[in-house]
């Protein structure tokens, strides 16, 4: 009985560490959550990141809200924000990506508030 739990316990450390080599060279996008602070404006129906440049808002009606608001209320994403990148996160390894779904705070662009960390 003995030498059968060590077989599972040496087989179970094993696949343990194969996984965690693994997920160093699966990469995950990290996305934009759903509690992250956006910009409308109510003009053109978009939705920008808080590090817009001026020229998206300038003579419009703008306010923070959440992205899930914004979407509920059917804002679509600002052009010029997509092209630079802004609603992308962190291309991080699986390991990490894991690592956040149980809370734990890791490299990103996001908070768990919602904040814009960059």
């Known amino acids: 009985m003995k030498k059968k739990?060590?077989?599972i316990i040496v087989t179970f450390v094993t696949l343990i560490l194969i996984g965690f080599f693994l997920s160093i060279y699966i990469t995950v996008e990290e996305t934009i959550p759903g509690n992250a602070v956006v910009v409308i404006t109510q003009e053109d129906h978009l939705y920008h990141s808080i590090h817009?440049?001026?020229?998206?808002?300038?003579?419009?009606?703008a306010r923070t809200t959440t992205l899930k608001e914004a979407l509920k209320m059917g804002?679509?994403?600002?052009p010029h924000c997509q092209e630079l990148?802004?609603?992308k996160g962190n291309r991080r390894f699986l390991f990490?990506?894991?690592?956040?779904k149980l809370?734990?705070?890791?490299?990103?662009?996001w908070d768990?508030?919602?904040?814009?960390l960059w």
């Open 103 to 109: 809370g734990i705070q890791v490299n990103s662009r």
């Open 85 to 87: 990148g802004y609603f």
């Open 75 to 78: 804002y679509k994403p600002d």
């Open 96 to 100: 990490y990506h894991l690592l956040s």
């Open 5 to 7: 739990s060590q077989i």
């Open 52 to 61: 817009f440049d001026y020229v998206c808002v300038a003579g419009k009606t």
């Open 112 to 116: 768990k508030n919602g904040n814009w």
